[in-house]
């Protein structure tokens, strides 16, 4: 088969402006993998699998992964004018201090598709995708229309990621119910909090109860449920 | 135009979409929500039908009944805790779980696997796959209202296969055995003999089951021309395993790969030429055959040494920062781990590719124009666990 650079040199000269960068695997596996441009993606991939050479007709595997916001901590030499009295008098002196500064690297939401060829029993070729970021601009293009392997995964990757497969002909949630809002497999996902039902609650339980309901938002604090029975008439 | 031809004809012009049928006649679709607890669902699954009188005109899978986040799960443990955990996804073949496990984590660290530990996965791979294929053939044949006789002979079958795993593992089922780098326990001579023993007894096995069912009117009636998958659309929709070898494409990732010492055996691979569920059903059989061959191989060749390699670290350790996706040819399709490490303790990404759950993809294309009842078959061929599926 192909090695990475030549399928890389064979999709520039099929597409033009095609952008695809090698990703670089230190595991001993050595997988390596080839990031497309959401732009660009389904041509490429519509090349890859009509290629006579290549001919990856077997979409095996879709995965999601989800890179949060990373905080990078750099110490940095900075600059700046203090007051100092030297002497007995004020003066404004320059003086350099080392730093630590906060940086944050955006994240971002991706998509990772392994292709085999079934007509030349030969694969993996990984392809990947990024997201923008991982709040609005979670768009990517659907390889269903090319492989229908992808439909269940990729819906799959819609429901526990959030990435939304523009083309994709039936994109609802897989596992997940439709009415849930969250996606679970987010590094940052949180369970819901999680308090037992009791149809008259008190105390402890009642207090639990209404927190839960504030912080799911699902009512005002000054609505908070009251626990009482329905139509009992206590306290009204 | 038959059922059948209308299904010939959509899969040929498109395999995407519209994938329905236009009800002909009048009369009102009736629509049906089978399951989550059908009998013929082999757990919990739903399958929203549309019908027009009998006819399947549009059939729609519901999942997630079962799901618990397996991959999150893992994600928070470490390497060595998620294979007990693999288990639980194909409870039917758990050896095979732990297997493509190992083997995708072997592959991250670069871990060697010692000769007697790859002998030993073969042959309980090969077990695995004959009582796989021995249950699911029964199960087919009791959806078909064979209650019981034909399922009771797969279970003997299977039953002494399952005391044979036990005996090695300590389970029947939940048997946490594969280690990277080789397997927990060492098989003794002893078990090796009663091994030697089952597998001996097999191919008596096979004969019977083939003779009580192959040519049977009532399976050939309800089988035969049923539920067609056309090859290029089974290997364009990701199908794997004894239900892609039914559409006739010759692709099993123990040739294909040759992981493990596969390369090693001989072996053939069947292929069906009607593509039906009778196909299935067939290919089924005759993998059973090719197994009793593989393990005759392996339980002759088998040699001493250490079940574990010397050098094996099978905890507390931290892979380099890098990704590694490992495949098997498990008894319902390829069975994928997909791991990326971050250089921490644990899978910074575990990801499962499940063949019950893509191989299901296809199951609409399959049912359209086929009556109602013919869809439990058509399900039942598939072969799916719902461990799987939901993970």
Same mark, same amino acid.
């Given at each position: 088969?192909?090695?990475?650079?030549?399928?890389?040199?064979?999709?520039?000269?099929?597409?033009?402006?095609?952008?695809?960068?090698?990703?670089?695997?230190?595991?001993?596996?050595?997988?390596?993998?080839?990031?497309?441009?959401?732009?660009?993606?389904?041509?490429?991939?519509?090349?890859?699998?009509?290629?006579?050479?290549?001919?990856?007709?077997?979409?095996?595997?879709?995965?999601?992964?989800?890179?949060?916001?990373?905080?990078?901590?750099?110490?940095?030499?900075?600059?700046?004018?203090?007051?100092?009295?030297?002497?007995?008098?004020?003066?404004?002196?320059?003086?350099?201090?080392?730093?630590?500064?906060?940086?944050?690297?955006?994240?971002?939401?991706?998509?990772?598709?392994?292709?085999?060829?079934?007509?030349?029993?030969?694969?993996?070729?990984?392809?990947?995708?990024?997201?923008?970021?991982?709040?609005?601009?979670?768009?990517?293009?659907?390889?269903?229309?090319?492989?229908?392997?992808?439909?269940?995964?990729?819906?799959?990757?819609?429901?526990?990621?959030?990435?939304?497969?523009?083309?994709?002909?039936?994109?609802?949630?897989?596992?997940?119910?439709?009415?849930?809002?969250?996606?679970?497999?987010?590094?940052?996902?949180?369970?819901?909090?999680?308090?037992?039902?009791?149809?008259?609650?008190?105390?402890?339980?009642?207090?639990?109860?209404?927190?839960?309901?504030?912080?799911?938002?699902?009512?005002?604090?000054?609505?908070?449920?009251?626990?009482?029975?329905?139509?009992?008439?206590?306290?009204? | 135009?038959?059922?059948?031809?209308?299904?010939?004809?959509?899969?040929?012009?498109?395999?995407?979409?519209?994938?329905?049928?236009?009800?002909?006649?009048?009369?009102?679709?009736?629509?049906?929500?089978?399951?989550?607890?059908?009998?013929?669902?082999?757990?919990?699954?739903?399958?929203?039908?549309?019908?027009?009188?009998?006819?399947?005109?549009?059939?729609?899978?519901?999942?997630?009944?079962?799901?618990?986040?397996?991959?999150?799960?893992?994600?928070?443990?470490?390497?060595?805790?998620?294979?007990?955990?693999?288990?639980?996804?194909?409870?039917?073949?758990?050896?095979?779980?732990?297997?493509?496990?190992?083997?995708?984590?072997?592959?991250?660290?670069?871990?060697?696997?010692?000769?007697?530990?790859?002998?030993?996965?073969?042959?309980?791979?090969?077990?695995?796959?004959?009582?796989?294929?021995?249950?699911?053939?029964?199960?087919?044949?009791?959806?078909?209202?064979?209650?019981?006789?034909?399922?009771?002979?797969?279970?003997? =079958?299977? &039953?002494?296969? *399952?005391?044979?795993? $036990?005996? %090695?593992?300590?389970?029947?089922?939940? +048997?946490?055995?594969? !280690?990277?780098?080789?397997?927990?326990?060492?098989?003794?001579?002893?078990?090796?003999?009663?091994?030697?023993?089952?597998?001996?007894?097999?191919?008596?096995?096979?004969? =019977?089951? &083939?003779?009580? *069912?192959?040519?049977? $009117?009532? %399976?050939?009636?309800?089988?035969?021309? +049923?539920?067609?998958? !056309?090859?290029?659309?089974?290997?364009?929709?990701?199908?794997?395993?004894?239900?892609?070898?039914?559409?006739?494409?010759?692709?099993?990732?123990?040739?294909?790969?040759?992981?493990?010492?596969?390369?090693?055996?001989?072996?053939?691979?069947?292929?069906?030429?009607?593509?039906? +569920?009778?196909?299935?059903?067939?290919?089924?059989?005759?993998?059973?055959?090719?197994?009793?061959?593989?393990?005759?191989?392996?339980?002759?060749?088998?040699?001493?040494?250490?079940?574990?390699?010397?050098?094996?670290?099978?905890?507390?350790?931290?892979?380099?920062?890098?990704?590694?996706?490992?495949?098997?040819?498990?008894?319902?399709?390829?069975?994928?781990?997909?791991?990326?490490?971050?250089?921490?303790?644990?899978?910074?990404?575990?990801?499962?590719?499940?063949?019950?759950?893509?191989?299901?993809?296809?199951?609409?294309?399959?049912?359209?124009?086929?009556?109602?009842?013919?869809?439990?078959?058509?399900?039942?061929?598939?072969?799916?666990?719902?461990?799987?599926?939901?993970?």
């Amino acid at each position: 088969m192909k090695t990475v650079e030549e399928i890389k040199a064979a999709i520039e000269a099929a597409v033009p402006n095609a952008g695809v960068e090698i990703v670089a695997n230190p595991s001993v596996s050595g997988q390596r993998s080839l990031r497309l441009r959401p732009s660009h993606a389904l041509a490429v991939a519509r090349f890859l699998r009509d290629d006579e050479e290549l001919k990856l007709d077997f979409l095996s595997n879709v995965t999601g992964v989800d890179w949060p916001d990373k905080q990078i901590a750099e110490k940095v030499m900075v600059t700046r004018t203090v007051t100092r009295t030297v002497d007995g008098v004020e003066q404004a002196v320059e003086e350099t201090f080392e730093e630590t500064q906060k940086r944050v690297e955006p994240g971002y939401l991706e998509v990772v598709y392994h292709l085999y060829s079934v007509a030349k029993k030969h694969g993996p070729v990984i392809l990947r995708m990024r997201t923008v970021n991982r709040t609005d601009q979670v768009e990517l293009p659907s390889m269903t229309p090319l492989w229908r392997s992808a439909e269940f995964q990729e819906r799959e990757v819609f429901d526990l990621y959030g990435v939304v497969f523009t083309g994709h002909p039936d994109l609802r949630r897989l596992l997940m119910w439709d009415a849930f809002k969250d996606h679970p497999m987010r590094r940052d996902y949180v369970e819901p909090d999680d308090f037992e039902y009791e149809p008259t609650a008190h105390d402890e339980v009642m207090k639990r109860a209404q927190a839960h309901h504030v912080a799911a938002g699902t009512v005002s604090a000054e609505q908070a449920p009251v626990a009482r029975h329905e139509g009992s008439g206590a306290g009204q | 135009m038959s059922g059948t031809e209308v299904v010939r004809e959509k899969q040929a012009a498109d395999w995407n979409r519209p994938r329905h049928i236009e009800p002909d006649g009048e009369g009102e679709l009736l629509e049906v929500s089978m399951g989550p607890h059908h009998p013929s669902t082999h757990g919990v699954f739903r399958m929203d039908v549309a019908l027009d009188a009998e006819r399947v005109i549009r059939l729609k899978p519901v999942f997630g009944y079962l799901h618990r986040n397996h991959e999150k799960i893992a994600e928070g443990i470490s390497y060595l805790a998620s294979m007990p955990y693999t288990d639980r996804l194909d409870y039917i073949c758990p050896l095979t779980n732990n297997w493509a496990y190992a083997l995708a984590v072997e592959k991250l660290t670069g871990q060697e696997v010692s000769e007697r530990a790859e002998y030993l996965r073969v042959i309980l791979g090969e077990l695995t796959r004959i009582q796989n294929h021995a249950s699911s053939i029964g199960f087919l044949i009791q959806e078909m209202g064979a209650s019981g006789t034909p399922l009771m002979y797969a279970f003997r =079958e299977r &039953e002494k296969i *399952l005391d044979l795993f $036990e005996e %090695l593992t300590g389970a029947r089922m939940m +048997v946490n055995y594969m !280690r990277f780098g080789g397997c927990r326990v060492d098989a003794s001579p002893a078990w090796l003999d009663r091994a030697r023993k089952v597998v001996a007894g097999l191919p008596g096995f096979v004969d =019977e089951f &083939e003779q009580l *069912l192959t040519g049977n $009117e009532i %399976l050939m009636a309800r089988c035969q021309g +049923v539920g067609i998958l !056309r090859p290029e659309l089974a290997v364009n929709a990701g199908v794997t395993g004894p239900m892609l070898r039914a559409s006739g494409v010759n692709y099993d990732i123990r040739k294909v790969d040759g992981y493990g010492i596969y390369s090693r055996f001989k072996f053939r691979v069947p292929l069906g030429d009607h593509w039906d +569920v009778y196909d299935r059903f067939m290919i089924r059989l005759l993998e059973m055959r090719e197994s009793i061959g593989i393990l005759e191989q392996a339980l002759k060749d088998i040699p001493g040494g250490p079940v574990m390699d010397p050098k094996a670290r099978i905890r507390g350790f931290r892979p380099k920062p890098g990704e590694a996706y490992g495949r098997i040819e498990a008894p319902k399709g390829e069975l994928g781990f997909y791991l990326i490490s971050d250089g921490g303790p644990n899978p910074y990404r575990y990801r499962v590719r499940p063949p019950s759950l893509i191989n299901l993809t296809v199951l609409e294309d399959m049912c359209l124009g086929h009556d109602i009842a013919d869809v439990v078959l058509i399900f039942g061929s598939v072969d799916i666990v719902l461990g799987e599926v939901d993970r």
